[in-house]
């Protein structure tokens, strides 16, 4: 362990984020195993401008690979927010995102829904395209894409809801494949698109992310 981790307090307890995007969102975090960044407000800080713009005035949204609920909270705090759709397979993260809810005052908020399975394509119920997920989703609507691989293959499942509905996009991109295929699909789509690489300081801060190719794609209508 870094020397310098042992001056921070032990265990996983409620904690309040200190900057950034999520200032004020409690969640359980443990700051000597890994969730330093996200109580600092560093983690995945590149994101935070392009996230305020495209949510902006959305009354629906959709948050694919959902985790334990982070963003969710933040999107239910948005003014004229309507509806969320959270889409996450794993039970574990499942219970966390139920305890980030409780903790933020939204256990049990009607305007909050949960797919606890997967999107794309596969068998229904537990598989649901973008199309289908993006259905009973009011206009504008906030798109959140974070599956660690196959964000073009599951974006191809959503033609109807980039070409007829009002949506804002936001993928991280797990590989180069993965990026070109999305990229062409939304230009296709008539969206302007836009990269969002990783932050010159992360040589000084780091996250550590297990895959070489990570960074993230905004787009919208012009």
């Not at 239910?76 to 309507?82: A, E, K, S």
């Not at 590989?175 to 698109?193: H, I, K, N």
Request: net charge positive; with cysteine.
């Amino acid at each position: 362990m870094n020397p310098l981790k042992r001056l921070l307090p032990s265990g996983r307890r409620p904690r309040r984020v200190l900057t950034g995007l999520l200032r004020g969102i409690r969640l359980e975090l443990d700051l000597r195993a890994g969730d330093l960044q996200l109580w600092a407000g560093l983690y995945e800080r590149e994101t935070f401008g392009a996230i305020r713009r495209l949510a902006e005035n959305c009354r629906g949204a959709l948050d694919l690979g959902a985790a334990h609920g982070e963003l969710v909270a933040w999107l239910l705090r948005q003014p004229g927010m309507d509806r969320v759709l959270a889409v996450e397979p794993d039970q574990g993260a499942l219970r966390r995102l139920g305890e980030t809810l409780a903790l933020n005052g939204l256990a049990g908020d009607p305007r909050c829904h949960l797919h606890r399975g997967f999107a794309g394509r596969g068998e229904p119920p537990q598989w649901r395209s973008l199309d289908d997920l993006a259905a009973s989703l009011p206009e504008p609507i906030f798109v959140k894409i974070d599956i660690d691989g196959p964000e073009s293959e599951v974006l191809s499942t959503g033609r109807d809801m980039l070409r007829r509905r009002e949506c804002r996009v936001l993928i991280e991109t797990h590989s180069p494949a993965a990026e070109a295929g999305c990229v062409d699909q939304l230009t296709a789509a008539g969206y302007r698109v836009t990269i969002i690489p990783n932050a010159w300081w992360r040589r000084i801060i780091p996250e550590h992310r297990p895959i070489p190719h990570n960074r993230w794609l905004a787009a919208r209508r012009p």
